[in-house]
Nanobody
């Protein structure tokens, strides 16, 4: 049984930083994609960043480029999202998700690629 468990959310002031973790179990971590998504109240779920776990390619949403960094520790089967220079508009529930395949280039954020989802961790950024 595949499980994804997020941790690291919390409340910070604008300009602050948080690091999210996503620990995977029961999943062939060395291939496929690990993505981070977020959903703000009243809005749809959007892709934030993805890492192709086999080759290490990275993609980011335009809104977080230069501020967020996705990384992984294959030995620990864990993906990370380092979030710096946080803004109030980053406030959302953050989810990690795993896919055996998530397309190429800009198509990585299509939700239907992702078979497995974590329970989410809340990030709140105040002014």
């Amino acid at each position: 049984q595949v499980q994804l468990v997020e941790s690291g959310g919390g409340s910070v002031q604008a300009g602050g930083s948080l690091r999210l973790s996503c620990a995977a179990s029961g999943y062939t971590y060395s291939s496929g994609c690990m993505g981070w998504f977020r959903q703000a109240p009243g809005k749809g779920r959007e892709g934030v960043a993805v890492i192709y776990t086999g080759g290490g390619s990275l993609y980011y949403a335009d809104s977080v480029k230069g501020r967020f960094t996705i990384s992984q520790d294959n030995a620990k089967k864990t993906a990370y999202l380092q979030m710096n220079s946080l803004k109030p508009e980053d406030t959302a529930m953050y989810y990690c998700a795993a896919a055996a395949f998530c397309g190429y280039g800009g198509y990585w954020s299509r939700l239907s690629w992702y078979n497995y989802w974590g329970q989410g961790t809340q990030v709140t950024v105040s002014q």
